[in-house]
C-alpha cells in the first residue's frame, strides 16, 4: 500500500493525482483545471450572456426579472449579494432563524443565471475519488470529514426536494466513475483501496476491476473500471426557484439586475454597513457574499485566493439507438488519462437530452486562450468552443453504443453549448465564516466547480455560524473556514501551485 506525502501541502489548482512512476494521472475534480494568474477577477458580465438550456426553459418565469419593491430599500438587517442556491438557501435559513428581520437580495442579473443556473445539473458527491488529494493536502481526518460531508449534503438535497415535492427533474440512481485507461485505473484503485483501509466508507460503492464486465456494466466501450454510488441530477434554476419563491412569500426582498458596487463602513452607529449598488445605496448590519466567482471583485482581499474561470457544457440529443427502451439510465464521471474527466448527465427520467460537463481535454486550449484574454474570465457569453465540442464528439463516436454510424435528423445530436463561471478556489476547499477584520461581513463561496455537493450543508452552517453558533455546530470540515492566515497562507503562496499531486511511494 503506498503512503500519501506529507500534510499541509498547497495544492488547490491540483487536478489530479499520481504515482511516481505512472505517466497517467486520476482526476479528482469534477470542474476546475490549474490557472497561471490567480489574480484576474471581475464582476458579473453585463448583456450577452449564453442561455443555459436550464435558462431556456424558463424565459417566461416572472422570477427573471423579479423586484419584490420598485425601489431599493433605504435599509435592511442583512443584505445577501447573489441570487444562487448559495444567497438563495442563505436567505432561508436566515428566515427559520430570525423570521423578523429584513433581507435584501441583490442579484447583478436575471435570478439565479451565474454558475448555478448554467452548471451540468448533477449532484454528485464524490466518495473517494478527492480523497488521494485531500489526504495530501489537509491530512486524513479532514479527506474523511469532506467525503462524509458531501454525502450529507446531497442527502440534504434529496430530502429537500422530495419532501417539498418540488419540481426540478430529480433523478436519483447510480453514478459511473469509468476509468478509460489501465494506468487511470490503476491510480484510482490505490485511491479507493487506501481510503477504504483508513477506514473511509465504501459499503456502498460498486466495484468492477474487470474491464470486460466494466464495458458490460457501464456501457462504455473502453471502460477499464467500474464504481457505482447513488448520485442525483436536477434542473438547479427550478430548484433554486422554488426555495426563493418561498423566501419571497416570508419576506425577502429580491432585486434582480442591480450590482453591488461595493461594501463601506457608514460611520454611523445605527448601521454598520452600506451595501453600494447602481441603483443606490442600502445601509445595514449584515452582508453575505454569496458571490461565488466574483467574490474578488467586490472583496479584494480574496484576489488571487477566490478566481473565475470559464467551463463549457454540451446539450447534445443522443442517436435513436440510445432512446427508448434504450436510453441511458445512469449518470458518468468518465476519467481520461490526462486528468481530464467527461462529466455526463443524461435526464435520465426526463427528457433523455446529454449536457456534457467536466474538465474534457479540450478545456486546456480555452484555459490557454483566456490565460492571453484575462477579461474573458467572467464570460458566460461562450458558445462553439470547438476544442471542448470535438473531444465529446470523439468520446461519443469511439465508446456509446449506436453513435459512430447513426444518422441524425434535424433535432437530433449536437445542439449548442454555453459557458458558465467556475469560482476556483485556491486550495480546492470553499470559504465559509466571517470575513477577517469585517465583523457583520459574512461569506460563503469558492465552490471549486463542485457546489452542488457542498452548499445545501454549507449555507445553512453559515447561518449557524452568523448566529453565534460554533463551528463544531456545522458539521463542515474545518478545512473549510476562512479565517487570517488561510487567506495570508494562500496569498503568499507559491505563484505557481503544482498542478498534480504526486502521492509518494
Ligand atoms: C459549466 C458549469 C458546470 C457545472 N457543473 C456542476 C455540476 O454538475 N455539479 C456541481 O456540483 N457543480 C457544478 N458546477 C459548479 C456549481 O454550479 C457552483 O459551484 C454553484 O452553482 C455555486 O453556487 P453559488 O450560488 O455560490 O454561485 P452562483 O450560482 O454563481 O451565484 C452567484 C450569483 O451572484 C451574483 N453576483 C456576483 N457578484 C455580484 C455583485 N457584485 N452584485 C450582485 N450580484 C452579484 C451572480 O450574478 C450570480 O448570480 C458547474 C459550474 C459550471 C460553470
Partial sequence: MK????????IGSVTGVTFPDSSAVLNVEEH??????????????????SLSYWLQQVRCDPLLDHRTTQNLPAQADTVIIGSGITGTLVAKHHLQTWPDKSIVVLEAREFCSGATGRNAGHCKPDQWRHFGKFEKAYGQEQAIKIMKNEASTWRALVAYIKGNNVDCDLWVGETLDVPLDDEVAKIAKEVFERYEN???????????????????????????????????????WKLTAHIMRDDIEKGVNLQTYTIAQAVNETGSSTRKWVVQTDRGAIACDTVVHATNAYSAALEPSLKGVITPKPHMCNKVLPPRALCGSKAIQN???????????????????????????????????????????????????LSRVENVTECVREFVSDNLEGWKDAEFGPGEG???????????????????????????????????????????????GLVKLMNGESWGSTGLPEVYQINSERLRRLRTASEQPPKVATLNP
Fill in 414 to 460: 449536437f445542439d449548442y453549448s454555453w459557458s458558465g463561471i467556475i469560482g476556483l478556489s485556491a486550495d480546492g476547499v470553499p470559504f465559509v465564516g466571517e470575513l477577517p477584520g469585517k465583523p457583520g461581513q459574512w461569506i460563503c463561496a469558492g465552490h471549486h466547480g463542485h457546489g452542488m455537493a457542498r452548499i445545501f450543508t454549507a449555507a445553512p
Fill in 331 to 381: 449518470s458518468y464521471g468518465v476519467l481520461l488519462p490526462d486528468g481530464a474527466l467527461f462529466s455526463i448527465n443524461p435526464r435520465c427520467t426526463t427528457d433523455g437530452i446529454m449536457m456534457f460537463g467536466g474538465s474534457n481535454p479540450g478545456q486546456k486550449q480555452l484555459d490557454a486562450w483566456v490565460e492571453r484574454h484575462p477579461e474573458h474570465c467572467i464570460d458566460d457569453g
Fill in 32 to 49: 476546475a483545471s490549474s490557472l497561471s494568474n490567480w489574480e484576474r477577477t471581475g464582476f458579473p458580465k453585463q448583456g450577452g450572456q
Fill in 198 to 236: 483508513l477506514g473511509g466508507k465504501v459499503d456502498h460503492i460498486k466495484v468492477i476491476h474487470d474491464p470486460a464486465e466494466a464495458a458490460k456494466v457501464s456501457r462504455i466501450k473502453n471502460a477499464k473500471a467500474c464504481y457505482a454510488w447513488q448520485a442525483s441530477t436536477l434542473q438547479p
Fill in 3 to 10: 503512503e500519501p506525502g506529507s500534510v499541509g501541502t498547497i
